[in-house]
T-cell receptor
């Protein structure tokens, strides 16, 4: 069974600072993908970044980077130079590529950026 | 995120009525997923469909809920005889395939309120 754990219900960060949102996962499948989504107060789910289990390098997308530590089974999201518009819920998710397993989500972390 | 179209965005139903939620996947995507999000919670998988086939419905309640993805037209999530506990946000997502590296994009969600 797959499981995603996000241990930080809420986080605060000062504008322009970097912040790390934690995510650990559990799977016995060697082939899997890790995803981060942002959900602002308007409700939509916005895809941010993807990391495959066999990718050699950490994924980066603009101000977002994924700190992938396979041995520790962690996939933390790093947001650099935080902006007020980054205030939102952030969800970590994973998907195993064996079988027809669905995308499994963590409970999310609410990030608040302070001016 | 652009491209997965859900409607209606907001739907109000009285207890006992039927709710129909529609989802058009991104162009070129043939895999559709439905998720439900209760207030202040993460997304819970409901069903995974390909054109004319249900691949995985392990997250669907056994009664009153059904989903389809016909050869032509959008995917439909149908909830019959709605109850207050069905009030939630229902998200549709799509992907090109289920292979490694294929990103899953979400629609903007449909908010169902049962009164």
């Amino acid at each position: 069974a797959q499981k995603i754990t996000q241990t930080q219900p809420g986080m605060f960060v000062q504008e322009k600072e970097a912040v790390t949102l934690d995510c650990t996962y559990d799977t016995s499948d060697p082939s899997y993908g890790l995803f981060w989504y942002k959900q602002p107060s308007s409700g939509e789910m916005i895809f941010l970044i993807y990391q495959g289990s066999y990718d050699q390098q950490n994924a980066t997308e603009g101000r977002y980077s994924l700190n992938f530590q396979k041995a520790r089974k962690s996939a933390n999201l790093v947001i650099s130079a935080s902006q007020l518009g980054d205030s939102a819920m952030y969800f970590c998710a994973m998907r195993s590529y064996s079988g027809n397993t669905p995308l499994v989500f963590g409970k999310g972390t609410r990030l608040s950026v302070i001016a | 995120n652009a491209g997965v179209m859900q409607n209606p965005r907001h739907l109000v139903r009285r207890r006992g009525q039927e709710a129909r939620l529609r989802c058009s996947p991104m162009k070129g995507h043939s895999h559709v997923y439905w998720y439900r999000q209760l207030p202040e919670e993460g997304l819970k998988f409901m069903v995974y469909l390909q054109k004319e086939n249900i691949i995985d419905e392990s997250g669907m309640p056994k009664e009153r809920f059904s989903a389809e993805f016909p050869k032509e037209g959008p995917s439909i999530l149908r909830i019959q005889q709605v109850v207050r506990g069905d009030s939630a946000a229902y998200f549709c997502a799509s992907s090109q395939s289920r292979s490694s590296g294929n990103t899953i994009y979400f629609g903007e969600g449909s908010w169902l309120t049962v009164v």
